[in-house]
């Protein structure tokens, strides 16, 4: 079921008219299912473009048979729809094999109502890759071929392979000092506006760390931030001095030491097994084999296009692609080119495309596909998108994340927010391989969503992101519920400053509930549930938060009004809660189990303004827990400030320091004996049964 909104907040006469054209093709389409005849459409790689489509597989005769390519069939059946009087509903089955793309599959309003679906018992599998065939060998060991495009991927044998680096994969050099030293190093340029910044431009590095190469047009310098990083061609090279500076404008975060970084695309890097480089110049790449392939039969695929699906409906005109869905399919091999002036997105690789994309689509389905092998995100679902269902897909090796929901910008017509999507059951892992940043799902601009039911892990940031708004400034974010989610394994030691679940930004009415949040550990820091700057709004509750290398819940310092109820959070290894001063949050009846570290990120929190309350804490060492600078007995008789909205009594008056009597904690079961003292506070059994992925079987509630 999805909310609805009302016409009448729609302020603009083109907004308007655009809200009616909207109920309009919904009311024509429901008249014209009813009286029209279903009428399904074959491709096969056994197919010919001549053919009609009909037959699921060639007559003895070779005279008909199944269409060759999905373009053909849309161009078939918008002739079957002369007149909307002949439109139908319509199925074009596919059957198994590789169809590669010569550009992106794309669909406008006038393909409306048409499933898009795999034989069954088959795997079509739609690819943006060419394989790259006529390997010679070279010196030292290398082969080399024609590589007549620019791609930033390569895969041999079915695995992705690394692009030659200096140092190789696993290390790293660090910036050894400020470009300008009489400059400021540590501000956000955003907020600072200040005079230009060399310190945002480039950077000092130690001798023989970049040198210059006789390819260095090809290099790209990766500088690793806290949780983000920049991908930045050489604009300036001074080796005798250690200087070098970027083509490109500033960045928002400066270059500061010892952030680390590496060259890539350097044929000097060729010295490990399994890289490759290409000269974009000379159109030609270079591979070092693994012990074991031969080159004369190994299969090499490079991506050719961006993206491999693309639905366009028109927001100008208010025209929707409609009832489009796609179940079934493999898609593979999408790129994105880096400009020359470089990547430099502020957080979560927000600026990267998806291989699949959604513009002005209304209730369109993704359901139980397979999306590989990309070079940014999987899924973009972006600007007019409604009720769109992403169900039971499995989307992994990915250059960034897997799916993306609404926009970065706040748009001022209603009609143009994407919002109502139902993101379920599924499994994205084994992200940011080119982007470390990617998230495995992101809602932007974007309100009505439910989250639930996914498997996130293998990411090296954020698992789950709510929200693209730092402050309390209005937005669209809004009304998301995340529940049943498993996420783990996530940061990766990789990034900082992420976590299982974030947000960011005023969101009410978002709900994060009944989550199974694991093993998150940042290169030095990360959270399990991280409540980031402006968020407002939120209730968290009923999750399960173990084992993470900071706060397993963290409010920032610029939140309030968010309630953290009714949640488990256990041994975390730097503090339990990550609590800041001055803000209106809620702590209840939570249940904080921990061994050998703190209890809060801070050790003073005089003045709050935070309620705490029927909370039950344990710490199994034996320690005294220290409550902020406090014994329990101390922490007890102190008040938090008056809030407007409630009328707190002492910190934590109701709360106890017990055992909770968990099965076995250290192995992830948080069962709680019926004796539990944490039983007489209120608590309340949280089932963990049913989080994760469903049964395809069993996901017919995602498509309701």
């Known amino acids: 079921m999805f909310r609805t909104r009302n016409a009448a907040t729609i302020r603009t006469r083109r907004a308007v008219a655009r809200s009616a054209g909207f109920a309009r093709m919904g ?46 069939a849309r161009d078939v059946v918008r002739a079957l729809r002369v007149s909307a009087r002949d439109r139908k509903s319509i199925r074009v089955i596919v059957r198994g094999g590789l169809y590669e793309l010569e550009e992106p599959f794309c669909l406008g309003p006038e393909d409306s109502g048409v499933t898009y ?5 088959e795997k079509p599998i739609l690819s943006g890759g060419r394989r790259i065939t006529g390997w010679e060998s070279a010196e030292g060991g290398l082969w080399r071929a024609a590589g007549a495009w620019e791609f930033r991927q390569l895969f041999v044998n079915g695995s992705r392979r690394c692009r030659a680096r200096v140092p190789r994969e696993g290390d790293s050099y660090e910036i050894a000092g400020a470009l300008n030293p009489e400059q400021p190093l540590d501000e956000n340029r955003e907020e600072a506006h200040q005079q230009p910044n060399e310190n945002h431009e480039g950077f000092r590095f130690a001798p023989g760390q970049i ?32 200087l070098v500076r970027f083509i490109g404008p500033e960045y928002l975060w400066s270059y500061a030491p010892p952030k680390p970084f590496y060259v890539e695309n350097v044929k000097e890097g060729l010295a490990a097994p ?16 693994l012990p074991g392939e031969d080159m004369h039969s190994a299969d090499v695929v490079a991506p050719l296009l961006g993206s491999l699906i693309r639905l366009e409906g028109d927001p100008a005109a208010g025209c929707f692609v409609e009832h489009v869905e796609f179940r079934g399919f493999t898609l593979q091999h999408a790129d994105w080119v880096l400009p020359e002036d470089g990547f430099r997105d502020p957080q979560a690789a927000i600026g990267l495309p998806g291989a699949v994309q959604a513009q002005c689509a209304v209730r369109c389905a993704f ?55 139902a993101v379920t059951d599924n499994v994205i892992h084994d992200g940011g391989r080119v982007f470390p940043e990617g998230v495995g799902i992101w809602i932007g601009q974007s309100s009505g969503n439910r989250i639930a039911r996914n498997e996130i892990r293998d990411m090296h940031y954020t698992g789950i992101s709510i929200g693209w708004n ?45 989550n199974l949040v694991h093993d998150v550990y940042g290169r030095t820091y990360a959270y399990g549930i991280y409540l980031d700057e402006g968020t407002m709004g939120i209730l968290v509750e009923n999750n399960v938060v173990h084992h993470v290398g900071g706060p397993g ?39 904080i189990y921990w061994k050998d570290a703190d209890l809060f990120t801070r050790r003073e929190l005089d003045g709050i303004e935070t309620v705490f309350d029927q909370n039950l804490y344990y710490r199994t060492d034996g320690e005294a827990i220290d409550f902020a600078g406090h014994s329990f007995e101390a922490w007890r008789k102190r008040r938090p400030r008056p809030i407007r909205y409630v009328r707190p009594g002492p910190i934590d008056g109701h709360s106890v320091v017990a055992d909770p009597l968990f099965a076995d ?12 003292p944490a039983w007489s506070l209120g608590f309340r059994p949280i089932d963990l049964t049913d989080v994760g992925p469903r049964d395809p079987a069993n996901q017919d509630e995602a498509r309701r």
């Open 470 to 514: 730092w402050g309390f400034t209005r937005n669209r974010t809004r009304d998301n519920i995340v529940e049943h989610n498993h996420v783990h394994h996530v940061m990766k030691e990789k990034l900082d400053d992420g976590a299982a679940i974030y947000t960011l930004g005023v969101s009410p009415g978002t709900v994060i509930r009944n």
């Open 665 to 676: 904690p250290e192995n992830g079961d948080f069962t709680l004996a019926p004796q539990s």
């Open 367 to 421: 359901e139980n596909n397979v999306i590989e092998k990309i070079g940014a995100y999987a899924l973009e679902i972006g600007r007019g998108c409604r009720e769109v269902r992403i169900v039971g897909n499995r989307m992994h090796d990915l250059g960034a994340g897997g799916i993306k929901l609404g926009e970065a910008v706040n748009r001022a017509d209603d009609m143009d927010e994407a919002r109502d999507m």
């Open 27 to 72: 009311v024509d389409h429901l008249i014209l299912c009813k009286t029209m005849t279903r009428t399904t459409i074959f491709v096969s790689c056994d197919g010919d473009d001549r053919w009609s489509g009909g037959p699921d597989r060639p007559n003895e005769t070779g005279t008909d048979g199944p269409l060759a390519s999905l373009s053909r």
């Open 274 to 289: 399994g890289t490759w480089h290409l000269d974009r110049a000379a159109g030609v790449v270079t591979y070092r084999p």
């Open 553 to 591: 819940i963290r409010l920032q310092i610029a939140t309030g009004g968010n309630t953290v109820m009714n949640n488990i959070v256990a041994l975390c290894s730097n503090a339990q809660f990550g609590v800041d001063t001055d803000r209106t949050n809620c702590y209840l009846c939570n249940i």
């Open 117 to 121: 679906v795999a034989h069954p018992g």
């Open 211 to 242: 040198r210059r190469w006789k390819d260095l047009a090809n290099a790209e310098v990766v500088v690793t931030h806290p949780f983000a990083t920049t991908r930045t061609r050489i604009a300036e090279l001074n080796e005798a001095r250690g």
